[in-house]
């Protein structure tokens, strides 16, 4: 579901994922629902700057693309 909504995106993690859209927070709020369980849980969130993380070069490379 996520790749066929985004834009671009990035799986850092296991269970992580950083999406780029122009789709508003509730509408993926909607779409996760319809794909997750009760016992799943998510958090979306708009990422801006200043950030801190530890990912490897090329996840930075693609946040950086998308800065804000």
């Known amino acids: ?18 999406i780029e859209t122009n789709d508003s927070i509730q509408a993926w709020h909607d779409r996760m629902k319809e794909v997750t369980d009760d016992n799943d849980n998510w958090f979306i969130v708009t990422v801006t700057r200043p950030r801190q993380g530890w ?9 950086n693309e998308r800065a804000k």
Not at 55 to 63: A, G, H, Q, R, Y
């Open 1 to 18: 579901m996520i790749e066929t909504h985004a834009i671009s995106c990035k799986k850092p993690l296991y269970s992580q994922w950083f």
């Open 55 to 63: 990912f490897s070069t090329s996840i930075w490379d693609w946040l």
